[in-house]
């Protein structure tokens, strides 16, 4: 896991500012692992210390400009929203199942590949860093499903 000092050092590198809600967000991301929502991360905030609780507008914008500099990718994990977490390599995505939820890491060969058929093909560089695919894992496909099994919501 990234330190913060390394984070706050590739922000500067970018000709950045470390503002308090930038660098309090970078803390909650590095502190708390991966797959964050912007709830975790101000509940994570909040437990440390009340009077640096920020509003969920401003965690998402923090998020974002990270977004934009290529520090932090954003994934939508179906029942579990859209989380956030600090972009490391080697990259990891996940295979999610509609019918159980069951959420499986996936390596990130799968897409190393793509991404080099996408830059011969077309000249663009895909940025793939934490994908999510939805499906039916292989127990759920053994199952027969009834007209009134529920899907996890999606």
């Not at 920020?54 to 029942?79: A, H």
């Not at 830059?119 to 009134?148: K, L, N, V, W």
Request: glycine letters at 6%.
């Amino acid at each position: 896991m990234a330190s913060v000092e390394a984070i706050l050092q590739r922000v500067r590198a970018c000709g950045e500012r470390v503002t308090i809600q930038r660098r309090l967000v970078i803390e909650a991301l590095c502190h708390q692992g991966n797959h964050l929502t912007i709830t975790d991360i101000q509940r994570y905030l909040q437990q440390r210390d009340e009077e640096h609780a920020l509003p969920d507008v401003t965690v998402y914008r923090v998020l974002q400009w990270l977004k934009e500099l290529g520090l932090v990718s954003q994934t939508d994990m179906g029942t579990s929203g859209t989380v956030y977490e600090l972009v490391s390599e080697p990259f990891h995505h996940h295979l999610i199942c509609l019918t159980c939820g069951k959420v499986t890491t996936l390596d990130d060969r799968y897409f190393a590949t793509l991404r080099e058929q996408i830059q011969a093909d077309h000249g663009f560089s895909a940025r793939i860093e934490h994908m999510a695919i939805y499906g039916q894992c292989a127990d759920c496909q053994r199952t027969p499903q009834t007209a009134d099994t529920p899907t996890s919501g999606l």
